[in-house]
């Protein structure tokens, strides 16, 4: 997997530039390993996507949704999908929450980054059929 794209790349300094109320919220309390010193990214390119806030150690993604989101969400699951697909996780918080529940939103967080993640099942083997012995 390339790490990111040119595209993602110019996207995500855009997006630094002018965050929402929300995302600067959020950052100022991610930011320097404040929680749980958990390292954290913003507006970070991964692919051809740009995430909302990275924990690359962890492989976990948060992402803050307003009102744009609601209107995206097929999209968002080819997004999250493919992210999945790429080993990350991904946890989706609502911009009111943010504002309005931070320490909820800061536990969610730190317990999906400390929780390891599910890994799938080896394939089954099943015993060769037929007259081999």
Avoid at 7 to 23: C, G, I, S, V
Avoid at 27 to 53: C, E, H, N, S
Wanted: charge should be positive; include cysteine.
């Amino acid at each position: 997997m390339a790490l990111h794209s040119d595209r993602a790349q110019k996207a995500a300094r855009r997006l630094r530039r002018n965050p929402t109320a929300a995302e600067k919220a959020l950052w100022m309390l991610l930011r320097q390993k404040a929680l749980a010193g958990l390292r954290f990214r913003r507006q970070t390119p991964i692919g051809p996507y740009v995430v909302d806030f990275c924990c690359l150690s962890h492989r976990l993604i948060v992402e803050v949704d307003g009102g744009v989101h609601r209107l995206t969400e097929e999209r968002d699951a080819v997004r999250d999908a493919w992210l999945a697909a790429e080993g990350f996780r991904m946890l989706r918080v609502s911009n009111e929450d943010v504002m309005s529940r931070m320490n909820g939103v800061l536990d969610r967080i730190k317990s999906a980054a400390l929780t390891p993640p599910i890994r799938p099942a080896p394939p089954a083997t099943f015993p060769r059929m037929g007259g081999r012995s």
